[in-house]
């Protein structure tokens, strides 16, 4: 397990430290890196650990699920977070490195398709967002779906995707194109999920995809259905319940069964203080609060 003394909190520019003075006296420090989706629970996580556990402190960084699925991979982190599960090539290299990645599902996201607020669309399918994102899909234009958007420039859709090291963009290509399906070329790949929501509220023409929890009053957020089955709005309980058609759980992986700080720390994200805290930041909670 890779935890550090309070030396190193000089170096962490992202140092959610768990209260105190950070110059005085030795502490644990747990890594935590990875998945956009949840760096912001994550980091509440972490600051509201520090005012019980002032002798530890998380250290929280994003990148996307593929910094974090590197950073187990190379055993420079204790927990690294994921919207996706690890591929068993990732499983694999952690293992031959002498890391063992242990899963554990920390709670549920509705994947949210995104279109500008003044967009009429009601409801799309799965299939029509895989016409529209996958290759070789024939959706291009707003006016194939009988949709005008007003004050939009022309009626050429702006895809908008996440970029590829996201556990996102992989988990919207296997539950949208399948496991075999591959994005078509074009899309204005975000590096966030916040880029995503603010590039669809800024571009009438736009639709986008991300973590539930990004929505802002600012966009439209539409509902999704497999077709013929009816359209479902994506919320924490449809997401929970398993009825939004783009639900999927958010892992912590550990370096092993975790033991010591690290095992506390998991212990509480999955307690009912930490999961309300989860269920706050607009997530389904593992189970019943």
């Known amino acids: 397990m890779k935890l550090y003394t309070a030396l190193t909190l000089a170096v962490l520019a992202t140092l959610t430290s768990c209260g105190g003075n950070v110059n005085g006296g030795n502490r644990t420090v747990i890594q935590n890196k990875g998945s956009d989706t949840l760096v912001n629970v994550a980091q509440t996580w972490a600051e509201e650990y520090r005012k019980i556990h002032p002798d530890c402190a998380v250290a929280v960084s994003g990148g996307g699920s593929g910094t974090g699925i590197a950073a187990m991979i190379n055993g420079t982190v204790d927990i690294a977070n994921s919207s996706r599960v690890m591929k068993e090539r990732e499983l694999k290299m952690a293992r031959d490195n002498g890391n063992n990645p242990v899963p554990f599902i920390v709670g549920y996201d509705a994947l949210a398709v995104f279109v500008h607020k003044d967009n009429p669309i009601e409801s799309i399918t799965i299939e029509q967002l895989a016409a529209i994102y996958g290759e070789g899909g024939e959706i291009t234009r707003w006016s194939q779906l009988g949709i005008t958007v007003p004050g939009a420039s022309g009626d050429e859709m702006v895809r908008v995707s996440r970029q590829n090291n996201s556990g996102t963009y992989a988990y919207f290509r296997e539950a949208v194109l399948g496991r075999e399906g591959n994005y078509k070329l074009g899309s204005l790949d975000m590096h966030g999920s916040k880029d ?73 994200i999955l307690s009912d203080v930490g999961q309300q805290i989860l269920l706050k930041k607009g997530y389904a909670p593992v189970g019943k609060l």
């Open 196 to 268: 995503v929501v603010e590039l669809v509220m800024n571009t009438p023409s736009a639709i986008g995809y991300s973590g539930l929890a990004y929505a802002t009053e600012h966009v439209k957020v539409v509902p999704v259905s497999i077709e013929g089955g009816a359209p479902v709005v994506p919320t924490v309980d449809s997401a929970g319940n398993g009825s939004y058609p783009i639900a999927r759980p958010l892992f912590m992986y550990t370096v092993g069964e975790p033991e010591g700080a690290v095992k506390d720390y998991m212990d509480w």
